[in-house]
């Protein structure tokens, strides 16, 4: 089976008092560890990584390779400019790494020729593995479907977080089978896994990691309709927190648990009270 599957966290930052809270990170991890997921994303999307400088970014790195153990750690590598992303993907490849998590280009929005120079140049000097991170409505440009069947013939190209809502996508790389599909829109992880994907990287999955692993093996083993029912049991959670901007609902699900605070980094804002009332209920049912 393939290292990309399972479910991973793509780990938020916790934030005191402004600065990055390395205790309440390793923390998560920990309690990650426990309930069996299969691996991390750093400074993804959830992560907040543009509100970071370079070396916080190392530092936040540095403490989830470190308390992450033996479970493969992802880093996410977004940006427009090719030459920074090359230096960035050489300092990253001194890194005990599973693999970069790389986004189209974003702002620019490139040619279909443009997406597959910036994803094959990146691969071919890469020390791990390249996630194809493939989520339109944030970088402005859609992943074709031909172009993706390309990506997956380069062989340091081994997978992709499909958050490109599209039905045809995700099936067409089902098929194809030469790249693991991971879920990325957290409520799509049943149909996903159903159509034969391999896993999700949900950030929802920071609350009740443990019932995200237990629909994916229930799926995985056959047992479909325990599957079936143990993800309709999340999917009011999973509603609630993707109903407003990522991370602010995540952060004030954990901060509810008493695991971190729920502070982010401007111009990202805090949950709405009518939001953190809601999760509280969810959380004490």
């Known amino acids: 089976?393939?290292?990309?599957?399972?479910?991973?966290?793509?780990?938020?930052?916790?934030?005191?008092?402004?600065?990055?809270?390395?205790?309440?990170?390793?923390?998560?991890?920990?309690?990650?560890?426990?309930?069996?997921?299969?691996?991390?994303?750093?400074?993804?999307?959830?992560?907040?990584?543009?509100?970071?400088?370079h070396a916080e970014q190392e530092q936040v790195h540095a403490t989830i390779l470190d308390a992450a153990k033996d479970l493969p750690v992802l880093i996410g590598l977004a940006g427009n400019n090719a030459l920074e992303l090359r230096e960035r993907v050489l300092r990253l490849n001194e890194l005990p790494l599973a693999g970069l998590l790389v986004p189209a280009p974003y702002y620019v929005r490139p040619s279909q020729a443009g997406l597959l120079s910036h994803f094959t140049t990146l691969a071919d000097i890469s020390a791990s593995p390249l996630v194809v991170y493939d989520i339109p409505?944030?970088?402005?440009?859609?992943?074709?479907?031909?172009?993706?069947?390309?990506?997956?013939?380069?062989?340091?190209?081994?997978?992709?977080?499909?958050?490109?809502?599209?039905?045809?996508?995700?099936?067409?790389?089902?098929?194809?089978?030469?790249?693991?599909?991971?879920?990325?829109?957290?409520?799509?992880?049943?149909?996903?896994?159903?159509?034969?994907?391999?896993?999700?990287?949900a950030a929802s999955a920071h609350v009740r990691a443990a019932d995200f692993v237990a629909v994916y093996r229930a799926i995985k083993d056959g047992r479909i309709d325990e599957g079936r029912e143990r993800f309709h049991r999340l999917v009011p959670l999973i509603q609630a927190l993707v109903s407003e901007p990522n991370p602010a609902p995540v952060k004030c699900a954990l901060e509810v648990l008493g695991m971190i605070r729920q502070e982010l980094r401007a111009p990202m804002t805090p949950a709405t009270e009518q939001l953190r009332h809601q999760l509280g209920v969810l959380l004490s049912s």
């Open 1 to 53: 089976m393939s290292i990309f599957s399972g479910i991973w966290i793509p780990l938020v930052t916790p934030f005191a008092n402004g600065r990055v809270d390395h205790d309440a990170l390793r923390g998560l991890v920990r309690s990650y560890i426990e309930a069996k997921v299969a691996g991390f994303v750093a400074l993804g999307t959830t992560g907040e990584p543009s509100s970071l400088d």
């Open 137 to 201: 409505y944030r970088t402005g440009v859609r992943l074709d479907i031909a172009t993706l069947l390309t990506l997956a013939g380069h062989p340091n190209i081994h997978a992709i977080k499909d958050c490109a809502g599209s039905l045809e996508t995700t099936l067409a790389l089902i098929l194809d089978g030469r790249l693991s599909v991971l879920a990325g829109e957290d409520l799509n992880m049943f149909s996903t896994l159903c159509l034969g994907g391999h896993g999700a990287i």
